[in-house]
């Protein structure tokens, strides 16, 4: 009998799990029986693995081989399996236990000539391997910069199953790990280009300062998507745990570039209106994947034509947005993906969308079914709603609007100043603290209370459309430079959720 060993990662979600394997010769019928809850995927390594290794000059042990992925509850999804399951089949053949084997996690798929090509969810894999205590990880070539953004554990990076092979036997070396380049700056789009809707673009000021949630309304070609996709550009650079944890989402779906995989802008993301619950909060069969709320981490979600977009999508919004997180259950487990974006929605006022409203030919229950779709719980959760109307020609006088590099620096010093306020509570942004801490440790006087106090006596405000308030309310006075908010400040807030705000 002859048994080898080998170790990988199984990620699941953001985490991720060693996965001990083992190959076990014996005598028998040729023939091999993959155990441990293999996927698809997983079972077909079978024919992957020996291929690559006679390609490589090594020959397939004619017996009985038995391959065991433990812990065999935990199930087993995708490819990067290979390298490990081929390392550990060549000790076994060899009757060689290697050193380097025992005290490496290996991460690859195999290619039929022995290429190890690259896989997906390089980084978190890496993060569980570092958390626990294992000193060295062997990743593809094309996933070494990748797996380079953890420090604290030596990473490698193999280009075929020979090189490896020979760097087990102490006969080969593999690559060191790399400095990974900063992404280059992409080039902004500018609030100057934005003609007119001076309200709008004070609103996206406001939303950007305290990563609110945004409302845009307004007909066809008003200028919504142009403030959309302007909002990134005032947003401040990720953080470094931040900007790991974006990345670590990417490499799990996959999108992360191979030269510069370290994401330190927050996200853009905006799909399109016919997209379902799954492409949205995430999901699959076995282990679900992450959604366009969790790509959108730590940035923008843009939801573009909001009210042509199914009723059971939108509702499916409430939960991540209320706790910054989304929990998937499928049938191999629960997984759990980070979703703290900011959510800009537009739309039109109603289904004929004319340029003009007086060419409007939608009948009052129309316009009201159209915008129905948006129920009263989510947009309790908007703190921004703003109404847009055309612009007339005296708006494109020769005085330039104000650019995104101006508006940026007093954003900063707004989320600066909410930082060392809320610092000691542990939030780092206005729209992240809770009502509690807003309404027992910074409570305004009776004066500034007043207009919330009458909203929510006449019925049109919420418990937690006070809090939101009041979170837009210190968000002005950031911008204002008050250590405080004033009656001006809660009023703009509040009116801001009736939709007719203007600084």
């Known amino acids: 009998m002859a048994l080898g060993r080998a170790y990988s990662v199984a990620v699941r979600g953001l985490d991720g799990e060693i996965v001990e394997i083992e190959a076990d010769i014996t005598a028998g019928l040729p023939g091999v029986y993959l155990v441990g809850l293999p996927d698809a995927a997983l079972r077909e390594s079978r024919d992957r693995v020996r291929a690559a290794i006679t390609n490589c000059g090594n020959e397939w042990p004619m017996s009985r081989l038995t391959l065991a992925l433990s812990p065999a509850t935990l199930a087993k999804a995708g490819s990067l399996y290979d390298i490990a399951i081929a390392a550990a089949v060549l000790s076994a053949s060899h009757k060689k236990p290697w050193d380097r084997l025992e005290k490496t996690v290996l991460l690859g798929e195999l290619a039929l000539d022995g290429r190890i090509r690259s896989v997906r969810g390089v980084l978190p894999a890496v993060l569980a391997a570092k958390r626990q205590g294992w000193p060295t990880v062997v990743v593809p070539i094309a996933n070494l910069a990748e797996a380079s953004l953890v420090d604290g554990i030596e990473v490698l990076g193999a280009q075929t199953l020979r090189q490896l092979q020979g760097w087990l036997t102490g006969k080969a070396a593999l690559a060191d790990r790399v400095d990974t380049p900063a992404p280059q700056a992409d080039s902004v789009a500018d609030l100057a280009d934005v003609v007119g809707q001076t309200h709008a673009r004070f609103a996206v000021e406001v939303a950007a300062a305290g990563a609110h949630h945004l409302m845009l309304t307004g007909p066809p070609g008003v200028g919504k998507t142009m403030l959309a996709q302007r909002l990134p550009g005032l947003l401040p650079e990720l953080t470094e ?18 030269a510069t995989p370290l994401i330190t802008r927050p996200p853009f993301i905006a799909p399109h209106h016919s997209s379902s619950v799954a492409a949205l909060v995430g999901g699959g069969s076995g282990m679900a994947r992450p959604g366009a709320v969790s790509r959108a981490h730590r940035g923008v979600l843009f939801l573009d034509e909001c009210a042509e977009i199914r009723v059971s999508v939108l509702e499916s919004l409430r939960t991540p947005l209320e706790d910054g997180e989304i929990r998937l259950a499928r049938r191999d487990g629960v997984a759990c ?14 289904a004929c969308a004319q340029t003009d409203p007086k060419d409007c030919i939608c009948t009052s229950p129309e316009k009201r079914r159209y915008l129905g779709k948006l129920s009263g719980p989510l947009m309790d ?38 930082a060392e306020r809320w610092r000691r509570y542990g939030f780092a942004t206005n729209a992240e603290v809770t009502g509690s ?23 049109v405000l919420s418990i937690r459309g006070v809090d939101r308030s009041l979170r837009v309310a210190w968000t002005l006075a950031d911008l204002a430079g008050r250590i405080t908010p004033n009656v001006d400040d809660v009023a703009v807030a509040l009116s801001f959720r009736q939709g007719g705000a203007k600084p």
């Open 381 to 418: 959760r908007v703190d921004l709603r703003v109404e847009m109307h055309m612009v007339r020609a005296g708006a494109f006088a020769p005085d330039a609007a104000e650019p995104t590099a101006a508006v940026r620096d007093r954003v900063a010093q707004a989320r600066g100043a909410a």
């Open 337 to 350: 993906y980070p979703a703290r974006f900011q959510l800009v929605m537009a739309a039109n006022p109603c």
């Open 437 to 459: 801490v807003l309404r027992r440790k910074f409570r305004l006087d009776a004066t500034a209370m007043e207009p919330l106090k009458i909203a929510l006596e006449r019925g």
């Open 241 to 258: 745990r931040e900007a790991l944890e974006v990345t670590a989402i990417h490499s799990v779906v996959g999108m992360l570039s191979e």
